[in-house]
């Protein structure tokens, strides 16, 4: 995790990652075939971090945590960088961020299905169901990292996010 | 775009295109000089399609455009695929994906602040201006991609999107 925050996506090579865990190359293939594994491992890493550890998806985040979660990926670039490449790299290829990014999915919709319904019931002032608006969230964090990438000056992860919370939560006047 | 269209990203070789277009590979590399070059290149002449070739950004598309064009894509597999595949290059790339992306974006923000400038005025009865709900779209647009692209069952780009729009233009009550 340090070798990307740090070096990139480009930059975390398997001998960068191997001479930092005073390992050779040789050793590390041992436990990671590829690098792309290795990554893939990484992002495991960093999600069950994030989650606490937990795949129990239906218990109910604060949304406040989601919000926690966007500031902190700002201030992680390098992640964000080889989570967006890999991101780009599992919709042509089969094995593994594949299935690590499509397993994901599932997930984190259905996690954030729960943080909305316990937040606003069976439907928000907006409108919209929880199943409705949780894909909306999903892609909201993840354009706007690309959008992020790509020109940080110009586009602002945490303030969109904001503004989308702002708009599903609203209440009929 | 045909080959693209029938072999995905993947198929989509120099060699198979210089095949359907009856030259030499040495042939097609004097005109692109790399394969990432060719599929920009085809990107580029979608948006031109799409877009009737104007780069003026400040001329108001009808909202309904933007629905069409999610409802196209949805028959378009391939090509969604390779732009979602090159997105994910861009952000560790310096070109010539970098460069056609974060020009884009710039672009794409604009022509959606001023079709929701067009369609509500200054503030949109959602509570944001044009120019705070302009990333939103396109974050949605791009994040439901990749969501639809590992899992076209679970995941419906049209649904979302007219989500969004349903959210931003709903009306106090």
Redesign the interface.
């Known amino acids: 995790m340090s070798v990307i925050a740090e070096r990139?996506?480009?930059g975390a090579s398997l001998s960068a990652v191997a001479e930092r865990v005073g390992m050779t190359q040789q050793g590390l293939l041992h436990y990671f075939p590829t690098r792309e594994a290795l990554l893939i491992a990484v992002l495991e890493a960093r999600d069950e971090w994030d989650t606490g550890g937990t795949k129990d998806t239906a218990r109910a985040w604060p949304l406040e945590m989601w919000t926690f979660l966007v500031d902190y990926n700002a201030m992680r670039r390098g992640v964000v960088?080889t989570f967006?490449?890999?991101?780009?790299?599992?919709?042509?290829d089969n094995q593994p961020a594949?299935e690590y990014?499509?397993e994901r999915?599932?997930m984190v919709?259905e996690r954030a299905a729960a943080t909305l319904r316990h937040e606003f019931g069976e439907r928000l002032p907006?409108?919209?169901t929880p199943e409705?608006?949780a894909?909306?969230v999903?892609?909201?964090?993840?354009?706007?990292q690309?959008?992020w990438?790509?020109?940080p000056d110009?586009?602002?992860m945490s303030?969109?996010f904001r503004?989308?919370v702002?708009?599903?939560g609203?209440e009929?006047?």
């Open positions: 990139g996506y480009r960088q967006s490449a890999l991101l780009g790299e599992s919709v042509t594949r990014f499509a999915y599932g919709r907006g409108g919209l409705e608006a894909p909306l999903v892609a909201v964090l993840d354009g706007m690309f959008q990438l790509l020109d110009n586009a602002d303030a969109a503004s989308l702002a708009l599903l609203r009929r006047g």
